[in-house]
């Protein structure tokens, strides 16, 4: 039974999800093409009918994660988003949790096109800080930017240090816990004219 270009498409989009899971609970090298298109309900065979290599999924599956992070976060308030990333459930919910957090340390030893879709990713989050903040001047601007990227490295680095620790471990929270008081701490600081 010959399949339609629009289910082929829907099925596509079906295995770059599951993929954009998979990755992060399990990193890049922890997931088959075998074991990935039988968790999407397909043959081996199939997959390459629609991506060239496995490098190729990983780049689509991290840009579908960060999508997956922005609709999840569109239009929140930066203090409720930190305590939300900084959470214990955030940092237990590592298959749909964010990507950044999940594959960062892994996408730095894949090829370029994974780590041009992390780049992508983090430019576009980047980009929402911008548009929500608003700055008219170029130095307030690039001193946003500058804030925004203290901002990501600390709360994804503070989930990344959390979950390399025993989920029971008292340091695990203790990490989660300190990193949210200072962002917000800093978030609340006046800023300098």
Not at 150 to 170: E, F, N
Request: hydrophobic residues 45%; positive net charge; contains cysteine.
């Amino acid at each position: 039974m010959k399949v339609t270009k629009a289910q082929a498409q829907a099925n596509r989009a079906h295995i770059v999800e599951t993929a954009s899971t998979l990755f992060r609970e399990r990193g890049y090298d922890g997931v088959g093409v075998a074991d990935l298109m039988a968790a999407a309900g397909f043959t081996h065979g199939g997959f390459y009918k629609h991506f060239g290599s496995k490098a190729d999924l990983m780049a689509e599956a991290a840009a579908c994660g960060f999508s997956q992070s922005a609709a999840k976060t569109a239009g929140a308030d930066i203090a409720a988003f930190i305590k939300q990333y900084l959470s214990r459930e955030h940092r237990d919910d590592v298959g749909t949790g964010c990507t950044m957090a999940a594959l960062s340390a892994d996408a730095a030893r894949q090829p370029k096109q994974v780590k041009q879709a992390f780049a992508d990713g983090i430019e576009r989050l980047l980009a929402s800080f911008e548009n929500e903040h608003g700055a008219r001047k170029v130095a307030a601007r690039r001193e946003a930017r500058a804030r925004a990227i203290d901002a990501i490295a600390q709360v994804v680095g503070a989930v990344m240090l959390s979950r390399a620790c025993p989920d029971d471990s008292p340091l695990a929270d203790e990490i989660l816990d300190a990193c949210q008081s200072a962002a917000l701490s800093r978030l609340c600081a006046p800023k300098k004219p």
